[in-house]
């Protein structure tokens, strides 16, 4: 037995709307022919749908059945031709890029709002990626960006740029502990209680890789999985924590230090995967938004590298800005 559509949803409409006139009117047809499709619905099913009478229409048990049914037929035709459609509008581009937890923090949510607001034509897959892993995946031509540790890197023999100061920093309470301090080993941080992220996060991995044995001497009150969070806690007193700088908000009242370690002072370098001629405009694109995203914190650096490795004029140094989590090789 077949059926049609439209006659299907000619029959919920007078259901609905108790009368065959009513239906007739939300279908744009005339009384005669939406008359004729339901009495043709009736021969079709082989039994009664509708009580007629002076007042209107009303289902009968069959009727009722058939309008459930039809409901259930119709929503689900919605969904098939919507899901059919999406194959059929035509992409830009549909971009790959990848960063460490500290670039995913502000940096690329900040750039991918401005992206995709201006390019509703144009998708983007974006995944958390330790540097080593980003660098493999640049390499091989599974994604288009990435933002990574110059550190980790460097000689990677991708073309890279200079992108902005990813350098930690500690932060505590205002008033606190940190008040009036100057620059603090990370061996002076662990003589107080410290809060941190959870260990498996990239930053805290990156952290005790270049610790070494000194890393278990601190203790952590607690961890957690967002550096948002972990400076609140930081700031409300619960103990220090070490945090990329780009991770403290300006006006957010707390303290800060430097950290005096060499390996707390890092750089993001912007990395191009193997060129495509079909993304290249739109990779483009992408890549100026995370320069612009950089430079709205602070933290853009002047000067460019193609073998991997930041220019002469851009060496190490704190900046304003370093978004959340670095690990071996996090960007």
Known sequence: M????????????????GSITAGARRMHLSLPSA??????????????????????????PAGATLAR???????RTALLESAVAGYSRSRVAQLTLLG??????????????????????????????????????????????????????HGCGLRTEPLGDDSLVVVGQAGGVLAGRGPLTYSEVAEHPLVGLDAGSSLRRWMEKHLGPHASAARHRTTVADLGVLVSLAAAGAGLAVVPRRAVDPRQPLDMCELREPWARRRHLLAWGVPDPSTSAATEELAARLRAAAASDGSASDGASSDGAPSDGDSEGPADGAPPEGQDGTA
């Open 35 to 60: 008359s004729a499709r339901v009495r043709s619905l009736e021969r079709q099913a082989g039994v009664a749908l509708l009580v007629r009478g002076r007042r209107g229409v009303r289902p009968t």
């Open 100 to 153: 460490g937890g500290s670039a995913m923090h502000r940096l690329v949510p900040r750039a991918l709002v401005s992206f995709l607001r201006a390019h509703p034509d144009i998708d983007v897959t974006v995944s958390e990626s330790r540097t080593p892993h980003t660098v493999r995946m640049l390499a091989d031509g599974e994604a288009h960006l990435g933002v990574v540790l110059d550190g980790e890197a």
């Open 2 to 17: 077949r059926y049609d559509l439209d006659d299907l949803r000619l029959f919920l409409r007078v259901v609905n709307e």
């Open 69 to 75: 049914h039809a409901r259930d037929v119709l929503t």
